[in-house]
């Protein structure tokens, strides 16, 4: 796959290039746009979850970090994910044109809406690192450390998109399905919220904060929380976590990519 994808390359650079155009044809504010969504959904959440609900959860601060410094390095990475696995699930079926040809090399859709994502994620984590640098809270050498998250979330991305494009031409109610499971995703993930309202708490049994440290995106928010709170590499373990959850999304797709490929050009 990797090499039928370096042969193909600049078909993939094609349609990344098309999908980044077609964000913003036609817009007098062009790549503003990239930024624009996700600084709307901060405001409202640092709002929501400072203004409303500070005094339960007392969330104007993280420690010595400001709620929105802690809301933007779980929030931006997410956003990112979410869309590409959304955007995943029609992706054969609005480019059934391109599947029944016969040369062209159908991994290059999941790959270019992931690339896609992942550059629109690099734009957004650049626009924070540049406001973090005037604000004089720039969280030092451990940046380095961020393209590796990035690359291991969009491992993961790639082999979920590479299922769920796969998935839903047999079953189609799974793009409905796909929205309602990424909404419980996001809350059942310490984005908003501080992980210890669940780990630890009185409140949830034991069993049921097991199945929550189970969650594989939990690895990566703490890993860009190390990095953009503390200043610090991220830890092994959540690093050792990202990989394997980058693995097995990526093998499970590539899996079923290539053993339902030729069905789905009859069924598209």
Not at 17 to 25: H, N, T, V
Not at 83 to 100: C, P, Q
Not at 189 to 196: K, L
Not at 220 to 232: A, D, T
Request: contains cysteine; proline residues 4%.
């Amino acid at each position: 796959m990797w090499k039928s994808l370096y042969r193909n390359r600049s078909v993939l650079w094609s349609f990344v290039a098309r999908d980044l155009r077609s964000r913003y044809a036609g817009t007098s504010m062009g790549l503003v746009w990239t930024l624009l969504n996700p600084i709307l959904q901060i405001l409202i959440y640092v709002f929501v979850f400072s203004s409303i609900l500070s005094s339960k959860f007392g969330l104007l601060r993280w420690g010595e970090i400001p709620y929105w410094i802690y809301l933007c390095s779980g929030l931006l990475p997410w956003i990112a994910f979410q869309e590409i696995n959304a955007r995943s699930t029609t992706l054969y079926l609005e480019n059934s044109n391109l599947i029944k040809k016969v040369f062209f090399p159908a991994e290059v859709l999941p790959a270019y809406l992931t690339v896609s994502g992942l550059i629109n994620l690099t734009i957004s984590m650049s626009f924070l690192l540049l406001v973090l640098a005037v604000s004089g809270q720039f969280p030092g050498w451990a940046v380095a450390f961020l393209p590796v998250l990035m690359l291991l979330q969009h491992l993961a991305c790639f082999g979920l998109a590479m299922a769920l494009s796969v998935l839903s031409v047999f079953f189609r109610d799974l793009i409905q399905l796909v929205q309602l499971v990424l909404m419980v995703w996001f809350w059942a993930t310490p984005i908003c919220y501080p992980e210890d309202i669940v780990i630890g708490s009185s409140s949830f049994p034991t069993w049921l904060q097991a199945v929550y440290r189970l969650n594989p995106f939990l690895s990566l928010v703490n890993g860009y929380r190390n990095i953009f709170l503390k200043g610090q590499i991220p830890y092994w373990q959540d690093m050792a976590m990202a990989l394997a959850f980058g693995l097995a999304a990526f093998l499970v797709g590539k899996l079923l990519f290539r053993t339902q490929m030729k069905e789905i050009v009859d069924l598209v």
